[in-house]
T-cell receptor, first 119, second 115 residues
Framework: GAVVSQHPSRVICKSGTSVKIECRSL??????MFWYRQFPKKSLMLMAT?????????EQGVEKDKFLINHASLTLSTLTVTSAHPEDSSFYIC???????????????FGPGTRLTVL | AQSVTQLDSQVPVFEEAPVELRCNYS??????LFWYVQYPNQGLQLLLK??????LVKGINGFEAEFNKSQTSFHLRKPSVHISDTAEYFC?????????????FGAGTRLAVHP
Protein backbone atom coordinates (compact mmCIF):
# COMPACT_ATOMS: atom_id res chain seq x y z
CA GLY A 1 0.00 0.00 0.00
CA ALA A 2 0.82 3.74 0.08
CA VAL A 3 1.75 4.10 -3.59
CA VAL A 4 2.29 7.47 -5.22
CA SER A 5 2.51 7.91 -8.98
CA GLN A 6 3.76 10.80 -11.07
CA HIS A 7 3.05 11.65 -14.67
CA PRO A 8 4.90 12.17 -16.87
CA SER A 9 8.10 10.44 -15.82
CA ARG A 10 10.11 12.49 -18.29
CA VAL A 11 9.32 15.64 -20.25
CA ILE A 12 11.27 17.81 -22.65
CA CYS A 13 9.92 21.22 -23.54
CA LYS A 14 10.95 24.43 -25.23
CA SER A 15 11.88 27.50 -23.27
CA GLY A 16 8.87 29.70 -22.56
CA THR A 17 6.30 26.91 -22.49
CA SER A 18 4.44 25.60 -19.43
CA VAL A 19 4.58 22.06 -18.15
CA LYS A 20 2.17 20.30 -15.81
CA ILE A 21 3.23 17.42 -13.59
CA GLU A 22 0.64 15.24 -11.87
CA CYS A 23 1.06 13.50 -8.54
CA ARG A 24 -1.49 10.89 -7.49
CA SER A 25 -1.88 8.83 -4.35
CA LEU A 26 -3.19 5.53 -5.70
CA UNK A 27 -4.37 3.66 -2.62
CA UNK A 28 -4.69 6.26 0.09
CA UNK A 29 -6.01 9.76 0.59
CA UNK A 30 -3.32 12.35 1.00
CA UNK A 31 -4.62 15.48 2.66
CA UNK A 32 -1.13 16.88 2.34
CA MET A 33 1.29 16.51 -0.54
CA PHE A 34 4.78 17.87 -0.83
CA TRP A 35 6.76 18.93 -3.89
CA TYR A 36 10.52 18.62 -3.97
CA ARG A 37 13.21 19.53 -6.42
CA GLN A 38 16.43 17.61 -6.72
CA PHE A 39 19.54 18.75 -8.56
CA PRO A 40 22.07 16.18 -9.84
CA LYS A 41 23.87 14.43 -6.99
CA LYS A 42 22.16 16.67 -4.46
CA SER A 43 19.60 16.23 -1.74
CA LEU A 44 15.92 17.03 -2.00
CA MET A 45 14.86 20.62 -1.63
CA LEU A 46 11.31 21.17 -0.42
CA MET A 47 9.52 23.57 -2.72
CA ALA A 48 6.02 23.68 -1.27
CA THR A 49 3.45 21.96 0.87
CA UNK A 50 0.05 21.42 -0.65
CA UNK A 51 -3.12 20.83 1.35
CA UNK A 52 -6.31 19.65 -0.29
CA UNK A 53 -8.69 22.49 -0.96
CA UNK A 54 -6.39 25.29 0.13
CA UNK A 55 -3.48 27.33 -1.16
CA UNK A 56 -0.04 25.82 -1.15
CA UNK A 57 2.60 26.96 1.32
CA UNK A 58 5.82 27.78 -0.48
CA GLU A 59 9.29 27.58 0.98
CA GLN A 60 11.42 30.69 1.10
CA GLY A 61 12.97 31.51 -2.24
CA VAL A 62 10.49 29.50 -4.33
CA GLU A 63 8.56 31.62 -6.83
CA LYS A 64 4.89 30.88 -6.35
CA ASP A 65 3.97 32.48 -9.67
CA LYS A 66 6.39 30.25 -11.53
CA PHE A 67 5.59 26.99 -9.74
CA LEU A 68 1.81 26.75 -9.53
CA ILE A 69 0.48 24.04 -7.27
CA ASN A 70 -3.08 22.80 -7.17
CA HIS A 71 -4.43 20.15 -4.82
CA ALA A 72 -7.97 19.75 -6.02
CA SER A 73 -8.72 16.35 -4.51
CA LEU A 74 -7.46 14.01 -1.83
CA THR A 75 -5.62 11.93 -4.43
CA LEU A 76 -4.31 14.49 -6.91
CA SER A 77 -1.90 17.39 -6.77
CA THR A 78 -0.40 19.14 -9.78
CA LEU A 79 2.69 21.25 -10.24
CA THR A 80 2.77 23.57 -13.23
CA VAL A 81 6.07 25.11 -14.21
CA THR A 82 5.09 28.28 -16.05
CA SER A 83 7.23 29.90 -18.74
CA ALA A 84 9.91 27.30 -18.19
CA HIS A 85 13.56 28.17 -18.75
CA PRO A 86 16.65 25.95 -18.91
CA GLU A 87 17.46 26.69 -15.26
CA ASP A 88 14.17 25.02 -14.32
CA SER A 89 15.50 21.72 -15.63
CA SER A 90 15.57 19.35 -12.70
CA PHE A 91 14.13 16.22 -11.13
CA TYR A 92 10.81 16.96 -9.46
CA ILE A 93 9.49 14.57 -6.82
CA CYS A 94 6.20 14.64 -4.98
CA UNK A 95 5.15 12.84 -1.83
CA UNK A 96 1.89 12.08 -0.13
CA UNK A 97 1.63 12.43 3.62
CA UNK A 98 -0.03 9.48 5.29
CA UNK A 99 -1.38 10.02 8.76
CA UNK A 100 -3.26 7.60 10.91
CA UNK A 101 -3.06 4.55 8.66
CA UNK A 102 -1.99 1.41 10.55
CA UNK A 103 1.78 1.18 10.86
CA UNK A 104 2.36 4.16 8.59
CA UNK A 105 1.82 6.96 11.01
CA UNK A 106 3.30 10.28 10.05
CA UNK A 107 5.17 9.08 6.98
CA UNK A 108 5.72 10.56 3.56
CA UNK A 109 5.49 8.27 0.56
CA PHE A 110 7.29 9.43 -2.55
CA GLY A 111 6.47 9.30 -6.21
CA PRO A 112 9.01 8.07 -8.78
CA GLY A 113 9.88 11.59 -9.91
CA THR A 114 9.63 13.58 -13.12
CA ARG A 115 12.70 14.57 -15.11
CA LEU A 116 12.12 17.99 -16.69
CA THR A 117 14.46 19.20 -19.41
CA VAL A 118 13.94 22.68 -20.82
CA LEU A 119 15.69 23.38 -24.09
CA ALA B 1 22.92 25.06 11.21
CA GLN B 2 22.08 21.88 9.34
CA SER B 3 19.42 19.84 11.11
CA VAL B 4 20.36 16.43 9.70
CA THR B 5 23.96 15.62 8.91
CA GLN B 6 25.17 12.65 6.93
CA LEU B 7 28.83 12.38 7.67
CA ASP B 8 29.91 10.52 4.55
CA SER B 9 29.12 11.63 1.02
CA GLN B 10 30.35 8.34 -0.42
CA VAL B 11 30.89 4.90 1.07
CA PRO B 12 32.60 2.24 -1.07
CA VAL B 13 32.35 -1.32 0.16
CA PHE B 14 32.89 -4.81 -1.17
CA GLU B 15 30.01 -7.20 -1.66
CA GLU B 16 29.07 -9.26 1.43
CA ALA B 17 30.92 -6.83 3.73
CA PRO B 18 29.09 -4.97 6.52
CA VAL B 19 28.30 -1.31 6.11
CA GLU B 20 27.31 1.62 8.33
CA LEU B 21 25.97 4.90 7.00
CA ARG B 22 26.13 7.63 9.58
CA CYS B 23 23.50 10.21 10.40
CA ASN B 24 23.35 12.78 13.18
CA TYR B 25 20.48 15.09 13.95
CA SER B 26 20.18 18.37 15.79
CA UNK B 27 17.61 19.54 18.29
CA UNK B 28 15.82 21.55 15.57
CA UNK B 29 14.19 18.36 14.33
CA UNK B 30 12.07 16.01 16.34
CA UNK B 31 13.13 12.47 17.06
CA UNK B 32 10.95 11.16 14.28
CA LEU B 33 13.73 9.90 12.03
CA PHE B 34 13.70 8.16 8.68
CA TRP B 35 16.02 6.50 6.21
CA TYR B 36 15.12 6.52 2.53
CA VAL B 37 16.87 4.89 -0.45
CA GLN B 38 16.93 6.31 -3.95
CA TYR B 39 17.90 4.23 -6.95
CA PRO B 40 19.02 6.04 -10.14
CA ASN B 41 16.29 8.13 -11.75
CA GLN B 42 13.71 7.00 -9.22
CA GLY B 43 11.89 8.49 -6.28
CA LEU B 44 12.60 7.70 -2.65
CA GLN B 45 11.65 4.44 -0.98
CA LEU B 46 11.22 4.24 2.77
CA LEU B 47 13.72 1.85 4.35
CA LEU B 48 12.79 2.31 7.98
CA LYS B 49 11.69 4.85 10.53
CA UNK B 50 11.93 5.59 14.23
CA UNK B 51 8.97 7.21 15.90
CA UNK B 52 9.19 5.85 19.45
CA UNK B 53 9.75 2.61 21.37
CA UNK B 54 12.64 0.25 20.72
CA UNK B 55 15.78 2.09 19.70
CA LEU B 56 16.75 -0.66 17.24
CA VAL B 57 14.61 -0.41 14.16
CA LYS B 58 14.52 -3.05 11.47
CA GLY B 59 13.61 -2.14 7.92
CA ILE B 60 13.36 -3.64 4.50
CA ASN B 61 16.15 -5.31 2.52
CA GLY B 62 18.00 -6.38 5.68
CA PHE B 63 18.74 -2.84 6.89
CA GLU B 64 18.47 -1.72 10.48
CA ALA B 65 19.18 1.49 12.35
CA GLU B 66 19.77 2.40 15.95
CA PHE B 67 18.47 5.55 17.56
CA ASN B 68 20.96 6.92 20.07
CA LYS B 69 19.62 9.90 21.97
CA SER B 70 22.82 10.67 23.87
CA GLN B 71 24.83 10.81 20.67
CA THR B 72 21.98 12.31 18.62
CA SER B 73 22.60 9.67 15.99
CA PHE B 74 20.56 7.36 13.80
CA HIS B 75 23.10 5.27 11.91
CA LEU B 76 22.01 2.79 9.26
CA ARG B 77 23.60 -0.66 9.14
CA LYS B 78 23.55 -3.82 7.09
CA PRO B 79 25.61 -6.88 8.02
CA SER B 80 26.20 -8.04 4.44
CA VAL B 81 25.62 -5.87 1.40
CA HIS B 82 24.75 -6.87 -2.15
CA ILE B 83 25.54 -5.25 -5.46
CA SER B 84 21.88 -4.29 -5.67
CA ASP B 85 22.25 -2.10 -2.57
CA THR B 86 24.21 0.41 -4.63
CA ALA B 87 22.14 3.58 -4.36
CA GLU B 88 21.83 6.96 -2.67
CA TYR B 89 20.68 6.87 0.94
CA PHE B 90 19.01 9.80 2.69
CA CYS B 91 18.49 10.31 6.38
CA UNK B 92 15.63 12.63 7.33
CA UNK B 93 14.10 14.13 10.42
CA UNK B 94 10.65 15.57 10.92
CA UNK B 95 10.20 19.23 11.70
CA UNK B 96 6.89 20.60 12.90
CA UNK B 97 5.92 23.93 11.40
CA UNK B 98 2.73 25.66 12.44
CA UNK B 99 0.26 22.87 11.92
CA UNK B 100 2.06 20.65 9.46
CA UNK B 101 5.20 18.58 9.44
CA UNK B 102 7.98 18.58 6.89
CA UNK B 103 11.00 16.42 6.40
CA UNK B 104 14.50 17.79 6.66
CA PHE B 105 16.88 15.71 4.57
CA GLY B 106 20.56 15.10 4.96
CA ALA B 107 22.82 15.60 1.97
CA GLY B 108 22.78 11.90 1.13
CA THR B 109 25.35 9.11 1.12
CA ARG B 110 26.25 7.31 -2.03
CA LEU B 111 26.75 3.60 -1.26
CA ALA B 112 28.82 1.86 -3.92
CA VAL B 113 29.04 -1.91 -3.58
CA HIS B 114 31.87 -3.51 -5.53
CA PRO B 115 32.20 -7.19 -6.48
Amino acid sequence: GAVVSQHPSRVICKSGTSVKIECRSLDFQATTMFWYRQFPKKSLMLMATSNEGSKATYEQGVEKDKFLINHASLTLSTLTVTSAHPEDSSFYICSGYLVGYPNTTDTQYFGPGTRLTVL
Amino acid sequence: AQSVTQLDSQVPVFEEAPVELRCNYSSSVSVYLFWYVQYPNQGLQLLLKYLSGSTLVKGINGFEAEFNKSQTSFHLRKPSVHISDTAEYFCAGRKALGGYNKLIFGAGTRLAVHP
